[in-house]
């Protein structure tokens, strides 16, 4: 079983292929991935990479974390599963505020 490594402070410059490389030298990358803004298409600083063989992964933690990449100290280590949220919004609207209007409407123009 592979392992999915986390990959923090990137500099905005990099690219999937340019990560790729950098743990290439460590063994196999079976993908790399760089998180962007939905908007903006912009790089949020930070990323993935899954490598198949465990104890190549474990090594290019070890040797990357810490290391310089286009001026910035990488921030390496196993990724974590994804905490699940909570609350927030939801996107739609509550109760009967949204048709003031109608409702006055029904009861004769008084609130």
Do not use: C, H
């Amino acid at each position: 079983m592979g392992k999915k490594i986390y990959v923090g402070n990137l500099p905005f410059t990099a690219t999937s292929e340019s990560l790729s490389e950098v743990f290439g030298a460590y063994g196999a990358v079976d993908s790399s991935k760089i998180i962007t803004d939905r908007d903006t298409g912009r790089s949020k600083g930070f990323g993935f990479i899954e490598m198949s063989d465990s104890a190549a992964a474990d090594t290019a933690i070890e040797k990357l974390n810490g290391s310089d990449l286009g001026g910035r100290s990488l921030t390496v280590n196993e990724a974590r599963p994804m905490e699940k949220r909570e609350g927030g919004f939801s996107g739609g609207r509550g109760g009967n505020g949204g048709n003031r209007d109608r409702d006055s409407r029904q009861s004769g123009g008084r609130w």
